[in-house]
């Protein structure tokens, strides 16, 4: 199975043959994503953001990881779940184990569309490599017609660079606005040329029994899974209010540019993926309104952030103060009396 993941096969055909396929996802894969969720649901408490949709539609549940993930921090808000793949092994399987959740649960059945998603949340995990590039499209199309999105994946080039050009983007257009990772819903910087290299991705924290349990360390050698990092990219968005599209349109009007976010008119930005060490100083890629460009970050100029990001520790959204590519001031999004 992990094969058909990494080798971009599995969009195939469906590749669940038994609900034991399921369990074994369960507990070693879909372990993994599950803290992929907690680091980007955490990442939005910090935000303070919360779906205003009541209903949340899990397309290509697998296992059901995501929705349990939302339910566990969103219990309250929620009236129904919606579990949608095209294998009814994996909408059973994720069904039974939302009982403990004591949620009404809905087979969502195999496709996606604009009925079954209307004024949802939509969450999508592991998926983006397994749709064709005709199907991502119609997803997104029928996503349109949602309240907010919450996409993880795998933190590849590929995968990441998906997300940005065919889910950001067309949804941009369809008048959504980012939530995270951007501190802005303008453009993406990365799809220039010059930042062709680069995509976007992020680190999540592995808890630390993982490195003492030996079915981890033996699944880490069967397979080949470094259980010491653990990268991902996502993306949330969510519809604009109306107030809001009507105020983005009279601001291009008045030709006040693409600006619409109120998280990017503080000026923050992200850092992507991990810095890199040198003695004294980090080099980060740091990504916001204007662009992405590796700034340096010295350790005597801003100790704080220098042992936070080289540790990998919180979310990496900052306000700095720059020259000539050097940081000489960091604070951090809650810091900045932003949060
Ligand atoms: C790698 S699994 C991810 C499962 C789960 N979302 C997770 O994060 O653990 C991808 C899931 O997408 C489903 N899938 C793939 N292509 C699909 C399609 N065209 N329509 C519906 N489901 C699809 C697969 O059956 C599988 O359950």
């Not at 599995?10 to 074994?24: I, M």
């Not at 004591?102 to 209307?118: F, H, N, P």
């Not at 003695?279 to 460009?293: F, I, N, T």
């Not at 340096?296 to 100029?301: A, E, W």
Request: glycine share 8%; with cysteine; net charge negative.
């Amino acid at each position: 199975m992990r094969e058909g993941f990494i080798g971009g096969t599995a969009g195939e055909a469906d590749y669940w043959a038994s609900l034991d396929d399921l369990e074994l996802y369960e507990k070693t894969f879909a372990q993994r994503i599950a803290w992929k969720w907690d680091a980007v649901i955490g990442e939005l408490e910090l935000r303070k953001w919360s779906p205003s949709a009541s209903r949340v539609v899990d397309a290509g549940c697998g296992s059901g990881v995501a929705g349990r993930k939302f339910l566990e921090q969103w219990r309250e808000l929620v009236s129904e779940v919606v579990l949608l793949d095209r294998s009814p092994l994996a909408r059973s399987y994720a069904a039974k184990a939302l009982l403990a959740h004591q949620v009404d649960v809905r087979d969502g059945g195999s496709a996606l569309s604009k009925e079954l998603v209307a004024d949802a949340t939509v969450l999508v995990s592991h998926v983006v490599t397994e749709l064709s590039p005709g199907q991502l499209s119609e997803w997104v199309e029928s996503v349109s017609g949602a309240r907010s999105l919450i996409w993880v994946e795998a933190a590849t080039h590929d995968a990441s660079r998906r997300l940005v050009e065919f889910v950001r983007e067309p949804l941009l257009k369809a008048g959504w606005s980012a939530v995270a990772p951007c501190t802005h819903s303008s453009r993406c910087p990365m799809r220039t040329a010059e930042n062709e290299r680069h995509w976007c991705h992020h680190f999540a924290r592995v808890p630390s029994f993982v490195h003492q349990d030996p079915a981890w360390k033996e699944l880490s050698s069967a397979v080949g899974v470094d259980l010491r990092v653990l990268p991902y990219s996502f993306l949330v968005m969510e519809k604009s209010s109306p107030e809001a599209v009507s105020r983005s349109a009279e601001d291009a009007a008045a030709g006040a540019g693409a600006e619409s976010s109120p998280i990017g008119a503080r000026g923050l930005c992200r850092v992507i993926g991990a810095p890199r060490e040198f003695k004294g100083y980090l080099k980060v890629l740091r990504c916001d309104e204007a662009g992405v460009e590796e700034v340096v970050l010295q350790k005597r100029d801003v100790p704080a952030a220098f042992k936070d990001l080289s540790r990998g520790e919180g979310v990496p959204v900052y306000r700095f103060r720059e020259e000539s590519g050097k940081v000489l001031d960091a604070k951090r999004f809650s810091e900045a009396g932003d949060a």
